[in-house]
Protein backbone atom coordinates (compact mmCIF):
# COMPACT_ATOMS: atom_id res chain seq x y z
CA UNK A 1 0.00 0.00 0.00
CA UNK A 2 0.99 3.53 -0.69
CA UNK A 3 1.69 6.02 1.74
CA UNK A 4 -1.03 8.50 0.70
CA UNK A 5 -3.59 5.56 0.85
CA UNK A 6 -3.26 5.35 4.98
CA UNK A 7 -6.00 7.38 7.14
CA UNK A 8 -3.83 9.38 10.10
CA UNK A 9 -5.22 8.16 13.32
CA UNK A 10 -6.40 11.73 14.29
CA UNK A 11 -8.80 11.34 11.67
CA UNK A 12 -10.02 7.81 12.76
CA UNK A 13 -10.55 8.85 16.65
CA UNK A 14 -12.58 12.10 15.28
CA UNK A 15 -14.57 9.14 12.96
CA UNK A 16 -14.95 6.90 15.51
CA UNK A 17 -16.17 9.18 17.94
CA UNK A 18 -18.76 10.65 15.37
CA UNK A 19 -20.24 7.13 14.85
CA UNK A 20 -20.40 6.39 18.06
CA UNK A 21 -22.83 9.97 19.42
CA UNK A 22 -24.40 9.88 15.57
CA UNK A 23 -25.97 6.12 15.59
CA UNK A 24 -27.93 6.26 18.66
CA UNK A 25 -28.92 9.72 17.73
CA UNK A 26 -30.07 8.66 14.32
CA UNK A 27 -31.97 5.55 16.32
CA UNK A 28 -33.99 7.63 18.42
CA UNK A 29 -35.05 9.77 15.59
CA UNK A 30 -36.10 7.36 13.35
CA UNK A 31 -37.73 5.83 16.09
CA UNK A 32 -39.97 8.24 17.28
CA UNK A 33 -43.13 8.76 16.53
CA UNK A 34 -44.08 11.86 14.78
CA UNK A 35 -46.76 14.07 16.23
CA UNK A 36 -49.58 13.53 14.46
CA UNK A 37 -52.41 16.41 13.38
CA UNK A 38 -55.42 15.66 15.52
CA UNK A 39 -58.37 17.97 15.37
CA UNK A 40 -59.51 19.20 19.17
CA UNK A 41 -61.46 16.53 21.17
CA UNK A 42 -64.86 17.39 21.23
CA UNK A 43 -66.08 18.87 24.88
CA UNK A 44 -68.40 16.44 26.22
CA UNK A 45 -71.68 17.56 26.83
CA UNK A 46 -72.27 18.10 30.90
CA UNK A 47 -74.85 15.60 32.29
CA UNK A 48 -78.21 16.73 33.71
CA UNK A 49 -78.11 16.92 37.91
CA UNK A 50 -79.48 14.32 39.28
CA UNK A 51 -82.60 14.72 42.09
CA UNK A 52 -79.78 14.86 44.99
CA UNK A 53 -77.48 17.64 43.59
CA UNK A 54 -80.27 19.71 42.54
CA UNK A 55 -80.67 20.09 45.82
CA UNK A 56 -77.54 20.46 47.14
CA UNK A 57 -76.34 17.07 48.03
CA UNK A 58 -73.90 14.85 46.32
CA UNK A 59 -75.48 11.67 44.45
CA UNK A 60 -75.79 9.26 47.71
CA UNK A 61 -77.83 5.96 47.19
CA UNK A 62 -78.79 5.83 50.71
CA UNK A 63 -80.26 9.35 50.71
CA UNK A 64 -82.94 9.28 47.38
CA UNK A 65 -85.98 9.65 49.33
CA UNK A 66 -84.87 12.53 51.76
CA UNK A 67 -86.30 15.81 49.88
CA UNK A 68 -89.91 14.28 49.20
CA UNK A 69 -89.42 12.53 53.23
CA UNK A 70 -88.48 16.22 54.24
CA UNK A 71 -91.01 18.08 52.88
CA UNK A 72 -93.72 16.16 54.68
CA UNK A 73 -91.77 16.89 58.03
CA UNK A 74 -91.10 20.37 57.74
CA UNK A 75 -93.92 22.03 58.84
CA UNK A 76 -92.96 20.84 62.32
CA UNK A 77 -89.27 21.42 62.11
CA UNK A 78 -87.57 24.54 64.32
CA UNK A 79 -86.81 27.38 61.99
CA UNK A 80 -84.66 29.62 62.85
CA UNK A 81 -83.59 32.47 60.06
CA UNK A 82 -85.00 29.90 57.40
CA UNK A 83 -82.50 27.31 58.73
CA UNK A 84 -83.28 23.83 60.33
CA UNK A 85 -81.32 20.64 61.75
CA UNK A 86 -82.03 17.22 60.86
CA UNK A 87 -80.92 13.46 61.09
CA UNK A 88 -81.60 10.92 58.61
CA UNK A 89 -81.88 7.23 59.02
CA UNK A 90 -78.74 5.07 58.13
CA UNK A 91 -79.76 1.56 57.03
CA UNK A 92 -76.09 0.58 57.39
CA UNK A 93 -75.36 1.44 60.48
CA UNK A 94 -79.41 0.70 61.87
CA UNK A 95 -79.49 4.85 62.92
CA UNK A 96 -79.77 8.28 62.73
CA UNK A 97 -76.10 9.13 61.72
CA UNK A 98 -76.62 11.07 58.65
CA UNK A 99 -77.40 14.93 59.86
CA UNK A 100 -78.44 17.43 57.84
CA UNK A 101 -79.26 21.60 57.81
CA UNK A 102 -81.97 22.81 55.49
CA UNK A 103 -82.52 26.05 54.51
CA UNK A 104 -86.07 27.37 52.83
CA UNK A 105 -85.37 29.49 49.43
CA UNK A 106 -88.13 30.52 46.87
CA UNK A 107 -87.16 27.47 45.13
CA UNK A 108 -87.89 24.72 47.40
CA UNK A 109 -85.10 23.00 50.25
CA UNK A 110 -81.75 23.17 49.86
CA UNK A 111 -79.66 20.73 52.14
CA UNK A 112 -75.99 20.54 53.56
CA UNK A 113 -74.70 17.26 55.21
CA UNK A 114 -73.68 18.73 58.69
CA UNK A 115 -71.74 16.79 61.91
CA UNK A 116 -73.80 16.30 64.42
CA UNK A 117 -75.30 19.39 65.81
CA UNK A 118 -75.13 19.33 69.62
CA UNK A 119 -76.11 22.86 71.11
CA UNK A 120 -77.30 23.22 74.39
CA UNK A 121 -81.29 23.79 75.01
CA UNK A 122 -81.61 21.81 71.50
CA UNK A 123 -82.53 17.70 71.68
CA UNK A 124 -83.10 15.28 68.96
CA UNK A 125 -87.31 14.89 68.80
CA UNK A 126 -88.44 12.45 71.23
CA UNK A 127 -91.64 11.86 70.16
CA UNK A 128 -90.54 10.73 66.75
CA UNK A 129 -91.42 6.57 66.21
CA UNK A 130 -88.93 3.66 65.99
CA UNK A 131 -90.09 3.40 62.52
CA UNK A 132 -89.47 7.43 61.27
CA UNK A 133 -86.92 8.03 58.54
CA UNK A 134 -85.91 11.11 60.08
CA UNK A 135 -85.65 13.21 63.26
CA UNK A 136 -85.92 16.60 63.88
CA UNK A 137 -83.40 18.64 66.62
CA UNK A 138 -85.66 20.93 68.48
CA UNK A 139 -85.56 23.35 71.26
CA UNK A 140 -86.48 21.22 74.65
CA UNK A 141 -89.35 21.85 76.16
CA UNK A 142 -90.79 21.44 79.14
CA UNK A 143 -91.04 17.45 80.47
CA UNK A 144 -94.10 15.65 81.56
CA UNK A 145 -92.02 14.88 84.59
CA UNK A 146 -91.61 18.43 85.21
CA UNK A 147 -95.35 19.87 84.19
CA UNK A 148 -95.54 23.92 84.18
CA UNK A 149 -97.01 25.10 86.81
CA UNK A 150 -100.32 27.23 86.93
CA UNK A 151 -101.22 30.25 88.51
CA UNK A 152 -103.99 28.20 90.17
CA UNK A 153 -101.93 26.31 92.15
CA UNK A 154 -98.60 28.53 92.54
CA UNK A 155 -101.20 30.73 95.11
CA UNK A 156 -101.46 29.14 98.34
CA UNK A 157 -105.18 28.02 99.01
CA UNK A 158 -107.37 30.46 101.60
CA UNK A 159 -107.64 29.85 104.67
CA UNK A 160 -111.34 29.25 105.96
CA UNK A 161 -112.90 32.52 106.60
CA UNK A 162 -113.44 33.26 110.75
CA UNK A 163 -115.67 36.34 111.91
CA UNK A 164 -113.96 38.48 114.52
CA UNK A 165 -116.46 40.45 116.56
CA UNK A 166 -116.16 43.72 116.32
CA UNK A 167 -117.53 45.97 118.79
CA UNK A 168 -118.29 49.44 117.74
CA UNK A 169 -119.08 52.33 119.75
CA UNK A 170 -120.81 55.51 119.22
CA UNK A 171 -118.97 58.81 119.53
CA UNK A 172 -119.87 61.63 121.76
CA UNK A 173 -120.31 64.07 119.74
CA UNK A 174 -121.38 67.29 121.47
CA UNK A 175 -121.68 70.51 120.37
CA UNK A 176 -118.78 72.65 120.98
CA UNK A 177 -118.61 76.24 123.05
CA UNK A 178 -117.95 79.33 121.98
CA UNK A 179 -114.43 79.08 122.14
CA UNK A 180 -114.55 76.26 119.99
CA UNK A 181 -113.33 74.10 123.11
CA UNK A 182 -114.72 72.60 126.24
CA UNK A 183 -112.73 74.54 129.61
CA UNK A 184 -113.70 71.73 131.60
CA UNK A 185 -110.12 69.79 131.08
CA UNK A 186 -107.99 72.30 130.05
CA UNK A 187 -106.75 73.25 133.57
CA UNK A 188 -106.14 69.52 134.53
CA UNK A 189 -103.84 69.13 131.30
CA UNK A 190 -101.93 72.25 131.63
CA UNK A 191 -100.44 73.14 134.90
CA UNK A 192 -99.84 76.72 135.69
CA UNK A 193 -96.24 77.45 137.07
Known amino acids: MSAHSQIPVSKLAWLVLLILI ?7 Y ?6 RDETPAVPREKRPLTKLESVGLRDYRDWDGLPELF ?3 ADKAHWKNDRTRFSYWNPGTRSYSYFFEARRTP ?3 RFRE ?3 PRDRGFEWDSEAGDDSPLRLYLPVRAR ?3 PVKSLEKSVAPARESQKIPVQV ?3 DLS ?6 WKNENIGDAVKKP
Open 22 to 28: GAPLAFF
Open 30 to 35: LATPKA
Open 71 to 73: AVW
Open 107 to 109: DGF
Open 114 to 116: IPE
Open 144 to 146: PEE
Open 169 to 171: EKP
Open 175 to 180: PATKTG
